[in-house]
């Protein structure tokens, strides 16, 4: 089988990209509790670009296969695993262990989330991180019972599954981009509340229309001095949820007399400890209203394109240049 290779960390992301090499291998074999999927697409999310900088969570021994997530049909099953055969599969999976980069892929059970026959196989690959992710922001959106919230990296896919989510729970969402051909979409696709990075009177609107709309939670992916401008402009008793660092910069500019005298508050959320919180048959009935609302077409993750192994360079560098632009899926053929 063909797998992608990363044969060493680098910061310099563009550098990492250009050193990614297809290589053969032999098909592995499921162990127990672990299934054999034959990938059919694997997505590139930023958690990937951060792995292959060096500076993600997850640290794996070299040389690496990369992909924390994709779909795919399971071929073969080890023991335990026998009721997975020949299911149609999303799965996210980040041990140390071959990412979803590769013709073939095992993995454990626990990391399948089991696909309705009607779900499409390019949404499917980038079903197991981004909709859940959403889901479980919203999920402390509604537990603070907060009217509205305020996102950054707006024209990311998480964040547009958020204002899809906020709006069927009559919640409003300030959201602010780095480009203004970002604003002009979302503004085009109905958003009423856009803030470009750059405008010079970013802080002030921020205030109003936080104050306006009583939003009193942010969801940062961006940290750096960005979550500072967010939480100091906000009202008092606010919250800034930390889910990314797309900036690659620590968390800074925060105003100390927001924390100690205004109640603020700065967290951090990520998937995998969310998904620990919920019990099995709660996590799988998620799963499946999220499947429905994909396969009725409300729910869609952006796809700017789809490359073989032999462009995965080529076809990485094009999603860099324009990451709002929608995913670009590594595909089998
Ligand atoms: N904590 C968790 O469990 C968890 C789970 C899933 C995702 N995430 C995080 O969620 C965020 C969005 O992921 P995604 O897959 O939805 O992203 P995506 O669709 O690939 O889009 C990335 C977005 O980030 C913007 N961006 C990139 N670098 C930026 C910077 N330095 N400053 C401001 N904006 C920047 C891009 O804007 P341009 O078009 O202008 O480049 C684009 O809109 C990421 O930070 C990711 O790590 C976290």
Redesign the pocket.
């Known amino acids: 089988m063909k797998k992608i290779v990363l044969p060493a960390y680098n910061p310099n992301i563009l550098r990492a990209v250009m050193s990614l090499r297809v290589e053969e291998a032999p098909v592995p074999e499921p162990g127990d509790n672990e299934v054999l999927i034959k990938v059919y697409a694997a997505s590139c999310?930023?958690?990937d670009i951060?792995f292959m900088a060096g500076s993600y969570n997850v640290v794996k021994s070299l040389p690496a296969v990369p992909g924390f997530e994709g779909s795919g049909i399971v071929t073969e099953v080890g023991a335990g695993a026998e009721n997975y055969y020949g299911k149609k599969v999303s799965f996210f999976t980040q041990q140390d262990e071959d990412g979803s980069w590769a013709e073939y892929v095992c993995t454990k059970t626990s990391n399948l989330l089991i696909l309705d026959e009607s779900m499409d196989m390019d949404q499917a690959a980038c079903f197991a991180?981004?909709p859940f992710?959403a889901r479980?922001l919203l999920d402390i959106a509604l537990l603070q019972n907060t009217p509205a919230v305020v996102q950054?990296?707006?024209?990311?896919?998480?964040?547009?599954f958020i204002r899809k989510m906020a709006s069927e729970l009559d919640v409003s969402v300030i959201d602010i981009?780095?480009?203004e051909e970002?604003a002009q979409l979302l503004k085009k696709q109905g958003s009423k509340y856009v803030l470009l990075?750059s405008d010079p009177e970013f802080d002030k609107k921020l205030s109003e229309w936080s104050k306006k709309l009583d939003a009193r939670l942010a969801f940062d992916?961006?940290s750096?001095s960005?979550s500072g401008r967010i939480i100091n402009a906000m009202p008092e008793g606010s919250e800034l949820v930390v889910?990314?660092?797309?900036?690659?910069k620590p968390v800074t500019d925060v105003h100390p007399l927001g924390l100690i005298f205004k109640d603020k508050v700065i967290s951090?959320?990520?998937?995998?400890s969310?998904r620990q919180l919920l019990d099995d048959e709660y996590f799988e009935e998620i799963s499946r209203e999220l499947q429905q609302h994909f396969i009725a077409g409300d729910y869609q993750t952006?796809i700017q394109g789809k490359i073989n192994f032999e462009n995965v360079i080529k076809g990485l560098s094009q999603?860099l240049k324009?990451?709002?632009?929608?995913?670009v899926l590594i595909a089998n053929e």
């Open positions: 999310n930023p958690s951060a991180i981004n992710t479980g950054n990296a707006a024209g990311s896919q998480v964040a547009s981009v780095r480009k970002t990075e992916a961006v750096g960005m889910y990314g660092g797309l900036s690659n951090g959320f990520n998937l995998g969310w952006r999603y324009n990451m709002s632009k929608g995913k």
